[in-house]
C-alpha cells in the first residue's frame, strides 16, 4: 500500500555546510507578562494620586462661582450660575489687586535677582578651581539645610537696622538671600554639564569671561534657568513667614498675607464666596507657570543624566 507522505529530510552530512533552509524555524516568542501586576498597581497609585491633587483645586474654582447659600447646602453640586461678582468683590472690597501687585513686584524683582546672582557664583565655582573653592560651595549648600525660623529675630533686626523693613526693596534683598543657596546648588551640578569646547573656543577668538558667560554659557544653561526658576517662583510665590516678620504696613502685604486677612474678615462677614475667589487668584499664575514651562523643568531636571 502506497502513501503520500513524504520522507523527512536526511540529517547533513558532517563536514557539509548547513543551510538556513535546513535549520528549523524559530518558535514564537512567549509574551512576557513579567511586571504586569507592578504596572498595574502603578499605574492605579498614580490615578488615585492625581484624584487626590485635582479633585480639591476643581472644587475650589467650583465653589469660587457659587453664593454663600449654595456653599453650605449643596457643597459638591455644579454652581446654579455663575457669580463673577464673587471675583470682582475680592479683587477690589477685599483690596486682592494692591496684593497681588506687590507680590508680583517682590516676587519678579527676587526672581530676576536670584537667577543673575546664583547663576554667576554657579558658573564660578563650577568652572574654576582656585583656593577656597570647595569650601565657598559647601558654604551654600549649609545654608539649604539652615532652618529659616532659627534667623527669623537676628534677621529681623538687621533688616531694621539697614532700615528695609516694610520695605517691597528689602523683601526682595531677603528672599534672594533665602533662595540663593538652592539656586547655586543645582546651577552648579548643572554648569558641570556643560561643554567646555565651546567656552575655550570663544577664549581663542578674544571674548572675555564676562562675553563668554553672558553671551554662551547662560544661553545654553537656558533648560537649567528655567527649572530653578520655576522651583523659586513657586516658593517665593507662597511664602508667608518671610513677609509676615519683615512686612508688616497693611499696604505693602503680599498674596499670601492678604489671603489670611481676607480670611479672617470674611470669616466673620460670612462671605466665604469671596474668600474662595480670591483663593483661586492667588492659585490661578503658579498652576499657569507650571503649565506653560512643565516641559522645560523636565528638560532641566534631566538634562545632567542625559549626557
Do not use: C
Amino acid at each position: 500500500m502506497k502513501t503520500t507522505e513524504t520522507p523527512a529530510p536526511l540529517p547533513a552530512e558532517s563536514g557539509a555546510p548547513i543551510t538556513k533552509a535546513d535549520t528549523p524555524p524559530p518558535a514564537p516568542p512567549k509574551e512576557k507578562k513579567e511586571g504586569t501586576v507592578l504596572n498595574v498597581f502603578s499605574h492605579g497609585v498614580l490615578v488615585i494620586w492625581a484624584v487626590m491633587v485635582v479633585m480639591p483645586l476643581l472644587w475650589a474654582v467650583m465653589t469660587s462661582f457659587k453664593d454663600d447659600r449654595s456653599i453650605f447646602s449643596s457643597p459638591w453640586s455644579l454652581p446654579d450660575s455663575l457669580h463673577f461678582d464673587n471675583w470682582s468683590r475680592a479683587w477690589t472690597q477685599a483690596n486682592m489687586s494692591d496684593y497681588f501687585l506687590n507680590t508680583v513686584l517682590v516676587v519678579g524683582g527676587s526672581l530676576i535677582g536670584t537667577l543673575v546672582l546664583g547663576s554667576m557664583a554657579a558658573y564660578v565655582l563650577a568652572r574654576f578651581d582656585f583656593p577656597g573653592n570647595r569650601f565657598i560651595y559647601y558654604l551654600f549648600i549649609g545654608g539649604m539645610s539652615f532652618p529659616i525660623m532659627l534667623a527669623l529675630v537676628p534677621l529681623f533686626y538687621v533688616v531694621n537696622n539697614m532700615g528695609l523693613l516694610n520695605t517691597i526693596h528689602g523683601l526682595i534683598l531677603v528672599y534672594i538671600a533665602y533662595s540663593l543657596p538652592f539656586t547655586v546648588f543645582f546651577l552648579t551640578a548643572f554648569f558641570r554639564t556643560l561643554p567646555t569646547s565651546i567656552a575655550e573656543a570663544a577664549f581663542v577668538d578674544g571674548a572675555s569671561h564676562s562675553r563668554t558667560f553672558f553671551q554662551i554659557m547662560l544661553p545654553m544653561a537656558k533648560p537649567g534657568l528655567v527649572s530653578v526658576g520655576i522651583f523659586n517662583f513657586l516658593g517665593q510665590w507662597n511664602q508667608y513667614m518671610l513677609p509676615t516678620v519683615l512686612n508688616t504696613d497693611p499696604d505693602k502685604r503680599v498674596l499670601t498675607q492678604g489671603l489670611v486677612q481676607l480670611a479672617v474678615s470674611q470669616g466673620y462677614k460670612g462671605d466665604w464666596s469671596g474668600l474662595f475667589a480670591g483663593l483661586v487668584m492667588a492659585m490661578l499664575p503658579v498652576l499657569a507657570a507650571y503649565i506653560i514651562f512643565q516641559r522645560q523643568v523636565v528638560q532641566g531636571l534631566t538634562a545632567g543624566a542625559l549626557k
